[in-house]
């Protein structure tokens, strides 16, 4: 063990790591009811696999609890890579998960068009089918880092709104070239068959362009909490329009103005304007690590990382900050970005021990920058309720502490 | 169970939910029978989620049973997309799944190298980690369709040996760099904390090119069945190599010759000689759909899709043929294919109701080309064992059905 410890030093080019070999090792797990391992595995015969393998004892990531009206957040701290796990999406209900019978399943599409159609998920299915993978993101994500959040406050909470699968469907203008899109068309109203009938607006020529109908996520059939067996996929658009149990499609000549259009998802700004259909999400990129609760065990190298994403296109590069912005140097993104995914980006850091102020921001290939807090402030005013891009920032504290930085403390 | 039904009807949310919700929540628990849903889910407040989000009642992909020495296959013709379920990995066990107390984990580094090295799992994830998605498969892969098959096999007991995810851990080189290597260092010899001790041999220039030690994949950690909390990935070469549990990496100057680099893992060919070091996955793709037991209803548009990979790079292009070899056209791949991963194909075919006989066959950027049947049979012989990408050929009948063709029928 000393021997390791004295090689890490000079693996991680670290002077005097110290405790920190075993201290992080206990952080880096967080134990359920007490598992227990074998004392040599070598010497006992395991067991054979099941229909499903499960996850190890000692890791058990959870959503924050479910609510049948409300949000529960990732816990983007416990991932690695771009890819989000499965059954560890954030989920946000309106009424509830619906349950749907596949072979009762039926999608209507009409309005506005030549021939209206009615889909059985076997129709759908047969397709030809498009796999992309694309991030998904709540408008409200990052609400809890802007108002007067405290500085013990995770980034599950602050931004676990989001997600990054590869989905398998059928893009939404195979279909629409089937029924025969009208020209006075300008709009298509999707409805879920869930308890809120939830519905939204999307203009024709987002509905035409990269839209789709997923029916799988990960390789997989959808999950209920996700919109079993249909959904509609938008891609860099705020994930409420993403209709889940998609059961209708109506092409319109105006917007429906659904409440969630209009009372929610709508943002009233500085000088009694009110910005409507804000649709794109913005880039932006979040630290997942180091961040509260993790404490760095001593001075040393440490890696940050954390993810970033854009609703126009690529992300082109982020930097990272460990000043609180006086200087910043490009981080390094791990694998080609792809459009409107989620790209993991990370920075080796060698802690000098003293305080410490950690940040990323995003550029995506339009050229667009992640705003400063105080930009987003003078833009968007202290009552906004969407779309909360603007830079975040951790402090590390002498004793390895990693707090959040309330945007108050930024001004 | 009353209890629990009720308890279930109360965490839907449902105020009448009827028969509904009971069973909903029988399969919530354990897989399905019968399960139901309500006649309008608009009418039935949902559930809230979980901590995790759970698959729909009436999809249960699974594995093929577990062993505790021996396969179990995963469920290919279930699978859309280039991504496996995480939970869905193929799995070879050579003494059961080996529980480790990450903890507790430690690797050994030595041999012929300059400061030998034992790592934690807190140690390692200090290295700067790497994000990569690669195949595995096993070099036996394919053996049931090869020696005397029956019509009525799937796709997921021909090939159900391969998985597809995105790992995440730490380049081996960077390890190695850490150890220095010395000059006679020609091996390296990768032994797994598992009851059978499986050990495995690697050419050094393999090591330091881009082998990995992962201890995530698909964004979280590595389920015990598949090597929690570290494997070795050697991408591109038979998962054999892929020591799970991994405990130790010693430098050696002449391989082990282990009972899996002798005994097991080589090739008895024509004319007595022995295929021994037959580490890289040649090229190789395979129809998930249509295959027994699907039934096409009838003539008419069907999407012919499946999966291409190769060891040594990127697929270049699949083609498909409905007239058992005699025509070939080339199939879409979705998305940009990576290099040493699965690459979705798909082609739409027009089926007119004859009889017909669908193959596959890849092409890797090395212009390697999937071999037919007869010149695998003429290369390798009857009694091969290991590295079966020969063609594979599905028989669409007049009724719909669809079978496997064995070999023998395509001389």
């Given at each position: 063990?000393?021997?390791?410890r004295r090689h890490l030093l000079t693996a991680i080019g670290a002077g005097a790591v110290g405790l920190a070999g075993a201290a992080a090792a206990q952080e880096a797990v967080a134990p359920p009811p007490d598992p227990t391992a074998p004392e040599d595995a070598t010497k006992v015969l395991g067991g054979a696999g099941g229909p499903t393998a499960e996850r190890a004892a000692w890791e058990s990531p959870s959503l924050t609890p479910g609510k049948v009206t409300g949000p529960s957040y990732s816990p983007l701290q416990d991932f690695v890579g771009t890819i989000t796990p499965t059954d560890l999406q954030f989920q946000r209900h309106h009424g509830g998960i619906a349950i749907i019978d596949p072979s009762r399943y039926q999608l209507l599409v009409h309005g506005r068009v030549r021939d209206p159609l009615t889909l059985s998920l076997a129709d759908l299915k047969r397709f030809p089918p498009t796999t992309r993978v694309h991030f998904l993101e709540c408008a409200g994500n990052g609400r809890n880092g802007y108002r007067d959040p405290k500085p013990d406050t995770t980034v599950q909470i602050i931004d676990g709104l989001t997600a990054n699968l590869e989905w398998t469907g059928v893009l939404l203008k195979t279909v629409l070239a089937e029924v025969g899109v009208q020209p006075d068309a300008r709009w298509l109203v999707a409805e879920g068959g869930d308890a809120s009938v939830?519905?939204?607006s999307i203009p024709i020529e987002k509905a035409l362009d990269d839209a789709m109908l997923v029916y799988a996520a990960n390789g997989e059939p959808l999950r209920p909490a996700y919109g079993y067996p249909v959904r509609l996929l938008v891609p860099g658009w705020e994930a409420n329009l993403n209709i889940k149990w998609l059961r209708r499609l109506e092409l319109t000549d105006v917007a429906l103005q659904a409440k969630d259009e209009t009372a929610k998802y709508a943002d009233a700004l500085p000088g009694d304007r009110v910005r409507q259909f804000s649709f794109v999400m913005d880039a932006k990129s979040t630290l997942t690590s180091p961040t509260f609760p993790t404490r760095l065990t001593g001075p040393g190298w440490w890696p940050i990382t954390g993810l970033a994403w854009s609703g126009r296109g690529r992300i082109a590069r982020v930097d990272v900050s460990t000043d609180g912005g006086a200087t910043w140097t490009e981080a390094e993104l791990q694998g080609e970005p792809l459009p409107k995914a989620h790209v993991r980006f990370r920075h080796a850091w060698n802690w000098d021990g003293g305080p410490a102020v950690l940040m990323s921001r995003a550029t995506d290939e339009t050229g667009y920058v992640q705003p400063t807090v105080q930009a987003f402030?003078?833009?968007?005013?202290?009552?906004?309720?969407?779309?909360?891009?603007?830079?975040?920032?951790?402090?590390?504290?002498?004793?390895?502490?990693?707090?959040f930085v309330p945007p108050a403390e930024l001004t």
């Open positions: 063990m000393n021997r390791s939830l519905a939204r402030r003078a833009a968007r005013g202290l009552g906004a309720d969407y779309h909360f891009n603007a830079i975040r920032a951790w402090r590390v504290h002498p004793d390895g502490a990693v707090t």
